[in-house]
């Protein structure tokens, strides 16, 4: 198997999609897209990298870009998994039968039957112009990613980046949760809080402005969630043991 070299035509598929419909990489001349391959459902980082696409979808928009994400898993698991993942609306693309066949034209398919995690970006006329084979543990940079595509594409490198509010009004009395409605250790940590009796306040990084840009700053530049904020002591990560020693219980 061989990567496409950059400049060449991206090799087209057909693929069926969690919403029911088909996607054809040719149809979508003109627009910049992102194919984003990654390994599994239900796994760790690729419960993170998926929603993520979802909540930053209007930087992407803005950029003339169609996010595909691409995985070796049936379709009906692809819909079950975005459910669970709070709704899923851009096409996840079932790469199941003949099972890896676009990963193996994109040289991606690992000896194991899933494919690595890797980023190609098509260009508007339908050539590979960027490839990243990413750390298959390790979350991509969507701030990398639509760097790239303005670098790639004149007609969007000058259009002004969104403007994310500061994180000024977040709050910080108390237990202080930054969380998404579907990542499972929130959850895990929303009982915890609730069977120690320790009223607690949720902030949704997807949903309130500068939440998920102030995790970042606490966790090396990841959205790590659960993340606490205990009268300014940050906590990354639903890590009971740390938890009951800052909060003395």
Same mark, same amino acid.
């Given at each position: ?19 029911? =419909?088909? %996607?054809? /990489? ?17 796994? #760790? ?22 996010? *595909? ?10 819909? $079950? ?11 996840? /693309? ?7 066949? %676009?990963? =193996?034209?994109?040289? %991606?398919?690992?000896?194991?039957? =899933? ?9 508007? $006329? ?18 990398? *990613?639509?760097?790239?595509?303005? +670098?790639?594409? #004149?007609?969007?490198?000058?259009? #002004? ?31 915890? *809080? ?7 306040? +949720? ?5 309130? #402005?500068?939440? $998920? ?33 800052? *909060?003395?219980?």
């Amino acid at each position: 198997m061989t990567i496409p070299t950059i400049c060449s035509k991206a090799p087209d598929f057909t693929l069926p999609s969690q919403l029911g =419909k088909t %996607v054809t /990489l040719s149809d979508l001349r003109g627009k910049n897209v992102v194919l984003a391959f990654y390994p599994l459902a239900w796994t #760790p980082v690729c419960s993170l990298q998926i929603p993520l696409y979802e909540a930053e979808m209007d930087s992407f928009t803005a950029l003339d870009t169609q996010i *595909l994400s691409i995985s070796v898993d049936s379709t009906d698991c692809l819909r $079950a998994w975005a459910e669970s993942l709070g709704g899923i609306h851009y096409p996840m /693309l079932s790469d199941f039968w003949p099972h890896g066949e %676009v990963a =193996k034209k994109y040289g %991606v398919l690992r000896p194991e039957g =899933k494919s690595e995690r890797a980023l190609f970006i098509i260009d508007k $006329a339908g050539l590979v112009a960027y490839a990243d084979i990413h750390d298959i543990n390790d979350q991509p940079s969507n701030e990398k *990613l639509r760097q790239a595509i303005r +670098e790639i594409d #004149p007609e969007v490198r000058d259009r #002004p980046e969104m403007v994310n509010p500061e994180p000024g009004a977040l709050p910080h009395d108390g237990i202080v949760m930054y969380c998404t409605s579907w990542c499972p250790d929130c959850k895990r940590a929303r009982r915890w *809080l609730l069977d120690h009796n320790l009223p607690y306040t +949720e902030v949704d990084i997807n949903a309130v #402005p500068g939440a $998920a840009q102030q995790v970042e700053k606490w966790a090396n530049g990841n959205r790590t969630t659960p993340t606490f904020d205990i009268d300014g002591t940050i906590v990354v990560d639903f890590d009971e043991s740390r938890l009951r020693e800052v *909060l003395k219980i």
